[in-house]
């Protein structure tokens, strides 16, 4: 049951709230950089605390920080994102 509890944080958590954020019509930039900020929280969270940092935590937020650092270089985050899964 842990296994799936840090699936639900590392992963469902940020994705839920940059969909969430993009419903509410907030700009897709803000809400990558939103959506990131819950793995790198829990990740320093638990290395403050001497625990082993896994790979999925910093994956989330390593993509999302790609993407977004694209969008600043072409300055269209929509492009950005559909070159990423092309």
Do not use: H
Not at 12 to 40: E, N, S
Not at 47 to 60: K, N, Q, T, Y
Request: glycine fraction near 12%; aromatic fraction near 8%.
């Amino acid at each position: 049951m842990k296994g799936f509890n840090g699936v639900l944080i590392e992963v469902l958590a940020p994705l839920a709230l940059f969909y969430g954020l993009r419903a509410a019509d907030v700009d897709q930039l803000l809400a990558l950089l939103a959506g990131a900020a819950i793995p790198v929280v829990t990740g320093l969270r638990d290395l403050a605390a001497g625990e082993r940092i896994g790979g999925v935590r910093w994956f989330v937020p390593g993509a999302m920080a790609v993407t977004a650092a694209g969008s600043f270089i072409s300055g269209s985050p929509a492009r950005c994102c559909c070159a990423a899964w092309c």
